[in-house]
């Protein structure tokens, strides 16, 4: 884990609290929009909480962004170089899996590199929400797992890529024994 994950959780409560109000959004708006509650939202934005990937996925489709966009902070300086030891690191407090950042904070792209280590036995699973532009490719750099996309599963190995679309639903599962690292290769029309 990072040492900047103290300052993730806060760099996270005050880019969903930004986002909101930058739309002249109420708590109870956002909440109604994303499907999670008003409550949760106002823990989240106190930094008071560690939102499971799934609560900040809804969060951010209801804001029309993607989750990379609650760990940029505004004070980065945008450079198309991203450090290794700079990179935010974040792990979801469900399943354990930890997600890295490789992507430059706030430089301009359409494109998001995101390293993610996904724990053996883990599970996440997105509901869909229609109407979401943002692509990916996942490829497997060490392990396997299972993603199933709607009604269709496909198992993956080491050197495998699957293309999916951000909105449809998705479970990310390891049966496995060893843990799954993969890339994902996140793409829209507009990074904000």
Not at 69 to 88: I, V, Y
Not at 146 to 154: A, I, L, N, T
Not at 158 to 172: N, R
Request: aromatic letters at 6%.
């Amino acid at each position: 884990m990072s040492s900047n994950e103290p300052d993730l959780s806060l760099r996270i409560a005050e880019r969903v609290r930004e986002m909101r109000a930058a739309r002249g959004w109420s708590l109870e708006v956002l909440a109604e929009k994303s499907g999670v509650s008003r409550s949760m939202i106002s823990l989240i934005e106190r930094a008071e909480t560690s939102a499971t990937a799934v609560v900040l996925d809804r969060i951010a489709s209801a804001l029309g962004c993607s989750i990379t966009a609650f760990f940029e902070g505004e004070a980065t300086p945008a450079s198309p170089h991203s450090k290794r030891e700079e990179q935010s690191i974040w792990r979801d407090p469900e399943s354990g899996y930890v997600r890295r950042m490789l992507s430059p904070a706030n430089f301009t792209s359409p494109i998001d590199l995101i390293e993610v280590t996904f724990p053996a036995g883990a599970r996440v699973a997105y509901a869909a929400t229609p109407g979401r532009e943002l692509h990916q490719q996942i490829w497997i750099v060490s392990g396997a797992m299972e993603v199933q996309v709607g009604d269709v599963k496909y198992s993956l190995s080491t050197g495998d890529c699957l293309a999916t679309k951000v909105g449809e639903s998705i479970i990310y599962t390891n049966p496995h024994a060893k843990q799954a690292r993969y890339i994902v290769a996140l793409v829209s029309g507009d990074r904000k």
